[in-house]
């Protein structure tokens, strides 16, 4: 296993295509603007190697026996699917952002279970394939940018009905040593610092779709792979000092991407899908499920963070002692534990797959992640109530730091005057950036945006069953 330093390492040896502002980013190690999403990432690895995390972090590797970072490991029970949870809550903790890592392993495990179900139904190769390649993950501790999301078009037409043949990542060739691929992924979190990208598909695909069935792994920076780095509400503040980033050492969300894959060759060998459509919404469902589970872990613990801002903030302001201020602290912890208590009983509730491996429960897997999209939305909401009007209206910190002005913001932005204005500013800040802008769109849409749960919530809602229930009760005959 890699240690953080070892893990920044090793990015100096991968030399990805990335352009921000129209530049290219030499090192995402080194540039500022990335760097706090590295230190973040850093931090799956750091703990790992700490004893004290040991049995959250790390696993016993099913394919070889060795300890292995959680981060790579296909999980072998419902313990394994509750410690993801903790081991992500006490992550995020830590970080107070998305530290990205957990797309990959999701993925990994997504495609764990379909390449033996379609290996099963076609006699195909693809799970004995993709277990060579995850223990070469597993033996190198690599981080995998999990590659779901096509740019997805006119979103009232199929891949293949779309005008554009690209807006959906597909094969446009095939050969004896590989195939060609060609399209984009949108929203990749962690990219920019990932080794490898393991690409699946993004929807349910129909006949005429086949080029569309495509799952492989392609390392980041492979020939015909460009990465665009989003921008992130307040991004600039880091080219311009530490104060107003709030958290700048390890930043606010997780550092998107749009990868484009240009005509990007991809040896047979790590081919784990190519044509087989009718397994594509079974591994989109699984991955999505794998994913949903982790928003009552992560958000949870950046949930804690923003929590214990409010409170301090409000004891820097003075009302703390106030009854509806503490009764909105509840309120918030009470929003932020049923994400968890989701979380954790779509783990309880897992299920061993013939694959080997344990699922998540898919339903309340996706009322985790429905809870979210709102939840995250009203713990900000009250932690901005708490807070107050000058969140929106703290000076620049080179202002606190000029002669002239300095002496008037530290005098006049004290509250409890137990805290200097200093300390309460940087505690604004913190609060500022985790519960707005960027931080609150990924609580939303990351891993899915609200209506695909609530599809999913249908599908897996029994209604059958339900309408039995009452016409038993109510003696009516279906
Ligand atoms: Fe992991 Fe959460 Fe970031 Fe998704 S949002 S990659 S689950 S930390
Ligand atoms: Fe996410």
Sequence with gaps: MMNGKEYKESLKKVHPTIYYMGEKIESVVDHPMTKPHVNSAAMTYELACDPMYENLMTAKSHLTGKKINRFTHVHQSTEDLVNKV????????????????????DAMNATFITTYNMDKKYG?????????WLEYVQENDLMIAGSMTDVKGDRSKKPSGQSDPDLFTHVVEK?????????????????????????LPTTNLLPGDEDYAIACAVPVDAEGVIHIFGRQTNDQRRLQGDLDTGNSEYAIVGGETLTVLDNVFVPWDRVFMCGEIEFAQDYVTRFAAYHRQNYGGCKVGNSDVLIGATSLIAKMNGTNKASHIKDKLIEMTHLAETMYCCSLACSYEGVKEEAGSYYVNTLLANEVKLNC???????????????????????????????ETGKYIRKFFVGNDAYSAEDRIKIARLLENMSGGTALAESMHGAGSPQAMRIMIYRESNMDQKEKLAAKLAHVEL
């Design 124 to 132: 195909t190769d693809y799970h004995k394939k993709f277990l060579k």
């Design 175 to 199: 050969r004896e040593d590989g195939i060609v691929i060609k399209g984009a992924k949108a929203h990749m979190t962690g990219m920019a610092n990932s080794h490898e990208m393991l690409i």
């Design 86 to 105: 903790k081991m992500m809550r006490m992550i995020a903790q830590k970080t107070g952002t998305c530290f990205q890592r957990c797309v990959g392993l």
């Design 373 to 403: 999209t709102r939840n995250m939305y009203e713990i900000s909401r009250l932690a901005h109530d708490i807070a107050g009007g000058f969140i929106a209206t703290l000076p620049h910190e080179w202002d606190l730091k000029a002669e």
